[in-house]
């Protein structure tokens, strides 16, 4: 079983930055998929970046696209979404997502469906004020 606990949420002014916070913990495969969605209010939830830990693969939506980057901390097992150039609407909850694969290409955007993630965290608000 896969733990995955978001932090660092917050509310900024439009142009500002946010860094979320990943902790994963209680790995079964030899590679992931580690995912940030997010979900405005009366909207779908989306994938925003995705990380693939066997070669470091990432993966963006397009609107964030130059924005935002997903990195890992291999040391800690923390895997961060810095948030850059904030626009009002990258407001929503985030949420942190994990599958086990050994391919890349499983984190690429064809397969960013909440189907295709087994561990989902709880989430973390994000409020970007213009």
């Known amino acids: 079983q896969v733990q995955l606990v978001e932090s660092g949420g917050g509310s900024v002014q439009a142009g500002g930055s946010l860094r979320l916070s990943c902790a994963a913990s209680g790995y079964i495969y030899s590679q992931y998929c580690i995912g940030w969605f997010r979900q405005a209010p009366g909207k779908e939830r989306d994938g925003v970046a995705t990380?693939?830990?066997?070669?470091?693969?990432?993966y963006y939506a397009d609107s964030v696209k130059g924005r935002f980057t997903i990195s890992q901390d291999n040391a800690k097992n923390i895997f961060y979404l810095q948030m850059n150039s904030l626009k009002p609407e990258d407001t929503a909850m985030y949420y942190c997502?994990?599958?086990?694969?050994?391919?890349?290409?499983?984190?690429?955007?064809?397969?960013?469906?909440?189907?295709?993630?087994?561990?989902w965290g709880q989430g973390t608000q994000v409020t970007v004020s213009s």
């Open positions: 997502a994990a599958r086990g694969t050994l391919r890349p290409r499983y984190c690429s955007g064809d397969y960013w469906r909440d189907s295709e993630y087994q561990f």
């Open positions: 990380f693939f830990t066997g070669d470091s693969s990432t």
